[in-house]
């Protein structure tokens, strides 16, 4: 059974910072491509950051290029992204995906707000 379990969302003031966790259990993690998602009630999730499996390929989202910064663990089978200078239009639930799957986690909550 996979489960995926996202740590480390709280309430930051603008230009803070978080690192959310992802811990990830019941499948071949380090064969498998890793993405963040955000989501804002009302509106669809969106694709903040992906890493394949061997790291060669990581992709970000325009709105979060040079402040955020996803790594991986496959020792750990974990996946976690740092969110430097943080804006209030980060504030969302956010997500761990193991790519091509219909698996999520139950997300954690980030609030930017002052």
């Known amino acids: 059974q996979v489960q995926l379990v996202e740590s480390g969302g709280g309430l930051v003031q603008p230009g803070g910072s978080l690192n959310l966790t992802c811990t990830t259990s019941?499948?071949?993690?380090?064969?498998?491509?890793m993405s963040w998602y955000r989501q804002v009630p009302g509106q669809e999730r969106e694709l903040v950051a992906l890493?394949?499996?061997?790291?060669?390929?990581?992709k970000y989202a325009d709105s979060v290029k040079g402040r955020f910064t996803v790594a991986r663990d496959n020792a750990k089978s974990t996946v976690t992204l740092q969110m430097n200078n943080l804006k209030p239009e980060d504030t969302a639930v956010y997500y761990c995906?193991?790519?091509?799957?219909?698996?999520w986690g139950q997300g954690t909550q980030v609030t930017v707000s002052s």
């Open positions: 019941g499948f071949t993690f380090s064969h498998t491509a």
């Open positions: 890493i394949t499996s061997s790291m060669n390929i990581i």
């Open positions: 995906h193991p790519v091509g799957t219909y698996d």
